[in-house]
């Protein structure tokens, strides 16, 4: 090991999947991981992949396309959604999981792997030799400054909020009870539903609460899929109505009726002793945090384990930078994954650490790099982020209208249903005919937790 073929920076969830697809196919790899050397603003271990905003990977039905993603990536042998698989924890039909146990699988599957070798350091700057970087948004400012100085100055970057996480036995279930919308998945989240008075207090509450400066030299630019409460609040007095409040497929047991509006909370760890508030990322002050989420009813003596927190994520202009093999345009020794890319979500950063692995593991076995298909969830989230055609590049969440059309007149969950049933056969038929999928030189199974 003294000579790794390949050094991975960064072991968050797309560090670790890549290190993972590289270690699989033989290949040496050294994985850098600063923490706890040097912790992060949101980090709380120094577990690979820990989890610091929600605790769920989203819809795993084929109703959604990173539900179909994760069906992809099953097929491509992905420790990550393998961990998630294992760490499950009930959520309707999203794939939620208790998160330590989760990251303790990712980190115990590359502590114990003879191909993986773990260096606990800061990474100040980006070495010569084949790389993937996959520092995350949380990139530190050394390392930033080496890739800028690689690239140019020209850094995008939005804010993402965490949530807060509730004690379950500090909710009040006289008030608050367990369902899932429209009966989905069994009755797996805490609603905790509102009269119109009690939101319409709750929203000029949330408006007038104090928030946590930002520095005079920071833009705050959000990404639309992690909105904090305040700012959505702030666009006007209905929008958390329709947003993470909606009361649609939700009726009060005690009285039968549908609320004004709902806050929904879903299970963070197996135990069910911890559940998050689900779409109430927040940049409120603690003390405000804690006043002002105690109006929602059921939660006025709530227990937060973890309050909600701002944190700045750096994103680069790839459709600029990147090939679609996540090569630098400039050095196709070094590429780059997860967050940083601009692919918004845990399942997407994942998979796009598990397409640099398996191009990083070509390059070096003298192989052809692969692109995945336009009509998989990965292919078309690759082809979005890649397209040097694009201007005003945003983070993208993988989703049906980023791939093409079908052939056939097709409408609603139909057309969903159908479009996923493509994707699974394009990507079985690309992994055939690349020969992708060698035999995992060790099963997760094996590994000892």
Not at 42 to 59: G, I, Y
Not at 240 to 260: D, I, N, Q, Y
Not at 295 to 314: C, D, K, Q, W
Request: aromatic share 6%; proline share 6%; charged share 20%.
């Amino acid at each position: 090991m003294n000579e790794p073929q390949v050094t991975v920076i960064g072991a968050g969830l797309a560090g670790s999947e890549a290190a993972w697809q590289l270690a699989r196919r033989g290949i040496r790899v050294r994985l850098i991981e600063m923490r706890p050397v040097k912790m992060t603003e949101a980090h709380r271990t120094s577990d690979f992949a820990e989890l610091v905003c929600s605790n769920s990977l989203r819809n795993d039905s084929m109703d959604t396309a990173v539900g179909v993603l994760k069906q992809e990536m099953r097929r491509l042998d992905s420790l990550v959604i393998a961990s998630a698989d294992r760490a499950r924890v009930p959520a309707g039909s999203a794939l939620a999981v208790d998160r330590n146990d989760f990251s303790r699988s990712i980190t115990a599957a590359l502590e114990q792997h003879p191909m993986v070798e773990i260096a606990r350091a800061e990474a100040c700057a980006i070495p010569s030799g084949m790389t993937i970087l996959a520092t995350g948004p949380l990139t530190s400012p050394a390392l930033g400054e080496s890739l800028n100085n690689l690239i140019g100055p020209r850094n995008l970057y939005f804010y993402d909020a965490i949530a807060p996480i509730v004690a379950a036995d500090s909710v009040d279930m006289s008030v608050a009870f367990m369902a899932s919308r429209y009966g989905k998945g069994g009755d797996d989240y805490i609603n905790c539903p509102m009269t119109e008075a009690q939101y319409e207090a709750f929203v000029a509450a949330v408006v007038a609460a104090e928030k946590i400066e930002l520095h005079a030299f920071e833009k705050p630019v959000y990404f639309e899929g992690c909105m904090p409460i305040e700012e959505m609040a702030r666009r006007g007095p209905m929008t958390l109505a329709f947003g993470p409040m909606r009361p649609v497929g939700l009726s009060e047991p005690r009285s039968g009726h549908r609320p004004f509006a709902v806050v929904q909370l879903r299970q963070d760890d197996s135990a069910a002793h911890l559940y998050n508030m689900v779409g109430f990322q927040t940049k409120m002050t603690y003390p405000d945090q804690r006043r002002v989420l105690r109006m929602i009813p059921g939660l006025e003596h709530a227990e937060f384990v973890r309050l909600g927190s701002i944190h700045r994520n750096t994103f680069v202009d790839s459709p600029r930078l990147l090939l679609p093999t996540l090569q630098l345009k400039t050095r196709d020794d070094l590429f780059l994954s997860g967050q940083m890319v601009g692919v918004e979500g845990y399942v997407e950063s994942a998979s796009a650490g598990l397409l640099a692995g398996i191009n990083a593991a070509n390059l070096l076995m003298n192989r052809e790099l692969v692109v995945p298909p336009p009509e998989t969830a990965i292919g078309s989230l690759i082809a979005y982020i890649t397209d040097s055609t694009r201007r005003d590049f945003q983070p993208m969440n993988a989703n049906y209208g980023l791939m093409p059309d079908l052939k056939i007149r097709a409408r609603g969950r139909e057309k969903k249903i159908q479009m996923g049933n493509r994707a699974l056969s394009a990507i079985d038929e690309w992994i055939q005919r690349e020969q992708i999928g060698p035999p995992a030189s060790m099963a997760l199974s094996e590994v000892r937790l």
